[in-house]
DNA sequence: ATCTTCTTCGTTTTT
DNA sequence: CGAAGAAGAT
């Protein structure tokens, strides 16, 4: 490595003068952002205007100048997601030299490592574990039932989400404020808080949000540590501020401190996380937290078509508390988006998906379109649509790798092997598969190790030698014991991914998912393989360990082109040639809860989340409105959204059949049969047999609850199955062929009952 | 100890 | 309407 120019210098700006490629092609304000190297800087970058271009350049550029090797640039990210992008990024921007970013990370991630090096002056141990929401809960369960609260009018739950938020805004069980404190558990929730925390340091663990608070606390109380790392970050970078809470943002402010370069990157208008403790706040004050601050704001989209822009632009200004920002593109006008009404949840599942089998026919590919709701369990129409239509589509965001069921337990396995005193670990797994050890089982021996101070592995291997336990109870748990002796030894002698194996083997978990003839079975045992396939990429049990209690997410291998359906949420940083945005009325979206619970920053932050989800469309976006939807199994009559009235009419085109529904019985655009409520004939039954036109199903009136949709893909195909063959569907499971009609089958699946599906979703099983 | 019926309660989600 | 969790039955 050269030495360090003098900042500033004759050399440093030759240098930055000639060999600066990377900074090519950067608009002037992204330049600036990336350029304005001292003090704290401010940038505000509106959707799609380059954010992830200039951090990545921003750390090119420290590098590259001299100004700062890249073990000495802290770099700070919300999910994994986002540091392996900007890992990647930089990787390409620097080469090799960029890869060696030790810092980079997600809070809980680069806190985790912090915290390892100094676990002693907090209490912990270095290899504490890391406790996850399933962990907490049942940890608090205990803590709960030891403090003789009613777990039913009290569910650890809601005190897991309690504890959260006060560890969200910092605050350890002394500065809890005694009023929140009191309101759970007749005033008990001070005493419970503490209690947990007494828990996990005698565990030699922490939750998630332990990692920061702890983290701060050594700050705090260490003086000398944090000037160390005050000293070392001499860059300091942070992405989607706009989402940070109260612990990173003062995280954030004591490693700040140092050098003052700090550099925070955000949108407010983007802020949708709100109700997980981030705190818009804390970008609106940033001049204000940091005098002296330079504010670039970035506001050339590069994204979006104009319409598009001129769409969500018209929609946000709606909100009061934001900083403003005035995006423009210089690209083409484009499509209006389009806001269409429809009858029903299924008359939009099956509009959209006519839309995309026309785009898909015009050569517009899968993988750039996206159907993005605002609560999950609106996918399900669109899937059961999709796989009538035979539409290939992904659902992202479901539930993660690392969460499954069989995942977690070959987990516990591990971790009873590597870590002897994980309680948590080991209850998990005692009684599974099921070989007789129970409630009460535990229980006596929970008793046994309180009494001692002892783990419960540790009071288990004591236990099988007294007389305390029923015979067969002891037996099986003497097994299970010599079982752990066993596996414990092999640590270190073969390969962990090889032990890992053995361990499900012989433990009997793999076999325990043989006998089970469920549809999951299958797939789950393929899950517990891919486990120990990732296994190999770690070099021993403990790195894999601490891996996957940090990084809980894995890209699923999805191969081909889909469309995707996921939530607002999960789409943001994602773009998209064509967006559909469904469920666009009032109480949906804006969702009523938030409004209810949150008042006008509730309804802002629905309101950034529509901005959010026009802005995630390139070309296209469709938004759609339903007259009808099931809410809790039962029909209600619904209001278009107020978002709708909200967006500019010179950028959106209203389809012809949302017009005719105008009533003119409200101020809205978009009026419907609203006024209609509360009458039979508002049935959704009543309602399709009358209407005609375009689209209108049989006319026969279809109660709810009939799923099946009609299978309107004909062909002459010769078919390939034959009725009683054992067959695979990719959703259903396994089944039999119950009936063939070209190609479309009637399959009796073992779970869930008999469907009608195209052939082409079936494989011989 | 485990299987079955009953009740409850329904955004958004990362680490 | 349906999933999930908890009390009740075997």
Request: net charge neutral; charged share 25%; proline share 4%.
């Amino acid at each position: 490595m050269a030495p360090t120019p003098r900042p500033g210098g004759i050399a440093d700006r030759a240098r930055a003068q000639i060999e600066t490629p990377y900074l090519d092609g950067l608009n002037p304000e992204q330049r600036r952002a990336v350029e304005t190297l001292d003090g704290p800087v401010l940038v505000l970058a509106g959707a799609g205007t380059g954010k992830t271009r200039v951090l990545t350049t921003r750390i090119a550029h420290l590098v590259a100048t001299g100004r700062a090797r890249p073990h000495e640039i802290l770099a700070v990210t919300f999910t994994n997601k986002a540091a392996r992008e900007m890992k990647e990024r930089i990787g390409a921007l620097v080469g090799p030299a960029g890869e060696g970013m030790p810092w980079l990370g997600t809070f809980h991630a680069i806190s985790t490592k912090i915290l390892r090096r100094h676990a002693e002056l907090v209490g912990l141990k270095s290899g504490f574990t890391i406790l996850d929401t399933d962990d907490q809960i049942r940890l608090l369960k205990q803590v709960l039932q030891a403090a003789d609260v009613d777990d039913k009018r009290w569910p650890a739950r809601g005190l897991a989400h309690l504890i959260d938020s006060w560890k969200n805004r910092g605050l350890d069980p002394a500065r809890v404020p005694a009023g929140e404190a009191g309101a759970f558990a007749n005033g008990k929730g001070g005493a419970l808080y503490a209690a947990y925390q007494a828990r996990l340091k005698t565990l030699n663990a922490t939750d998630f949000g332990d990692l920061l608070l702890e983290c701060l606390r050594l700050f705090r109380d260490n003086p000398d540590v944090l000037a160390q790392y005050q000293d070392r970050f001499r860059y300091m970078l942070v992405d989607e501020y706009q989402d940070t809470n109260v612990v990173q943002y003062l995280w954030l402010r004591m490693l700040a401190q140092g050098r003052h370069n700090l550099c925070c990157v955000g949108d407010d208008d983007q802020s949708i996380y709100g109700w997980r403790g981030a705190e818009v706040d804390n970008i609106l004050r940033f001049e204000h937290d940091f005098p002296g601050a330079a504010v670039v704001k970035l506001e050339n989209n590069y994204r979006s078509t104009a319409h598009i822009l001129g769409a969500a632009s018209g929609l946000i200004a709606k909100n009061e508390d934001r900083l403003g920002k005035t995006l423009f593109t210089e690209g083409e006008a484009g499509e209006k988006p389009r806001v269409s009404g429809v009858w029903d949840s299924e008359e939009e599942a099956r509009q959209v998906g006519e839309e995309i089998e026309q785009l898909h026919r015009g050569k517009h590919s899968l993988d750039q379109i996206a159907i993005l709701v605002r609560a999950s369990f609106q996918m399900r129409e669109f899937e059961e649509r999709f796989i009538t239509l035979g539409l290939p589509y992904r659902v992202i965001g479901g539930p993660r790798f690392y969460e499954r069921l069989e995942i977690r337990d070959a987990l516990a396995y591990l971790r009873c092997v590597a870590q002897p005193d994980d309680d948590l670990a080991f209850e998990r797994i005692v009684n599974t598969p099921k070989r007789g050890l129970g409630d009460s089982t535990v229980g006596i021996l929970r008793a046994f190790g309180r009494d001692r101070g002892l783990p419960l592995i540790a009071s288990a291997a004591m236990m099988v030698e007294t007389d305390e336990l029923k015979p067969k109870q002891r037996q099986t748990l003497r097994a299970l014991m010599s079982d752990f002796a066993r596996w414990r030894a092999l640590v270190g002698t073969i390969p962990h991914s090889e032990l890992a194996e053995r361990i499900l083997e012989e433990s009997g978990y793999t076999d325990f998912w043989q006998k089970d003839r469920s549809a999951e079975a299958a797939g789950r045992l393929e899950n517990l393989k891919e486990l120990v396939r990732s296994m190999e990429e770690f070099p021993d049990l403990v790195s894999f360990l601490e891996h996957i209690s940090l990084v809980m997410d894995t890209e699923g291998a999805n191969t081909g082109e889909r469309v995707s359906i996921m939530t607002l949420h999960g789409a943001k940083g994602l773009e998209f040639d064509t967006v559909f945005l469904p469920g666009w009325e009032e109480g949906l979206f804006p969702h009523q809860r938030s409004l209810d619970d949150n008042g006008k920053a509730g309804l802002e932050e629905e309101r950034r989340l529509a901005y959010v989800g026009i802005t995630r469309a390139k070309r296209r976006a469709f938004i759609y409105f339903a007259t009808n939807r099931r809410i809790h199994g039962m029909w209600q009559t619904t209001i278009p959204s107020r978002f709708l009235d909200e967006l500019p009419e010179d950028h959106v085109e209203v389809a012809e059949n949302a017009r005719e529904k105008r009533s003119g019985y409200g101020p809205s655009r978009f009026d419907t049969v609203g006024a209609f409520a509360g009458s039979s004939y508002a049935t959704p039954g009543w309602q399709r047999a009358q209407r005609q036109g375009a689209g209108a199903t049989s006319g026969v009136a279809r109660l709810p609850g009939v799923i099946e949709g009609e299978l309107i893909a004909k062909s002459t195909q010769q078919a390939h199955f034959t009725v009683g063959a054992r067959v695979m569907h990719q959703k259903f499971g396994p089944g039999a062929v119950a009936a063939v009609d070209g190609n479309k089958l009637t399959v009796d699946f073992d779970r869930a009952g008999r469907k009608m599906v195209l052939e082409s979703f079936i494989q011989a099983a």
